[in-house]
Nanobody
Framework: QVRLVESGGGAVQAGASLRLSCVVSGGAFDTYGMGWFRQPPGKEREFVAAISWGGVSKRYADSVKSRFTISRDNSQNTVHLQMSGLKPEDTAIYLC?????????????????WGLGTQVTVSS
């Protein structure tokens, strides 16, 4: 059974940085495309960033490009999301997801496994 566990969320002020981590167990992590999504309060879940199996290909939502960086450590079965210059509109539950057939997509339905999420709250 594949399990994803996120960590690193918290409550910060605007302009701060946070580093989210997602540890994957029970599967072949180095064959998965990985993605981060977020769900702001009262809104739909949205794509944030994705990374391919080997980490070469990365994609970002326009709203986070130049502020967020996705990376992965296949030796630790972990994917990270480094977030800087946080804004109140970044407040959301952040979830990581694993795509066991693709290179990491911007589309939610293409992901096979999901974590429960970690809360990020940014105050002004």
């Amino acid at each position: 059974q594949v399990r994803l566990v996120e960590s690193g969320g918290g409550a910060v002020q605007a302009g701060a940085s946070l580093r989210l981590s997602c540890v994957v167990s029970g599967g072949a992590f180095d064959t998965y495309g990985m993605g981060w999504f977020r769900q702001p309060p009262g809104k739909e879940r949205e794509f944030v960033a994705a990374i391919s199996w080997g980490g070469v290909s990365k994609r970002y939502a326009d709203s986070v490009k130049s502020r967020f960086t996705i990376s992965r450590d296949n030796s630790q079965n972990t994917v990270h999301l480094q977030m800087s210059g946080l804004k109140p509109e970044d407040t959301a539950i952040y979830l990581c997801a694993a795509d066991n057939v693709g290179p990491g997509s911007t589309i939610m339905r293409e992901y096979d496994y999901w974590g429960l999420g970690t809360q990020v709250t940014v105050s002004s």
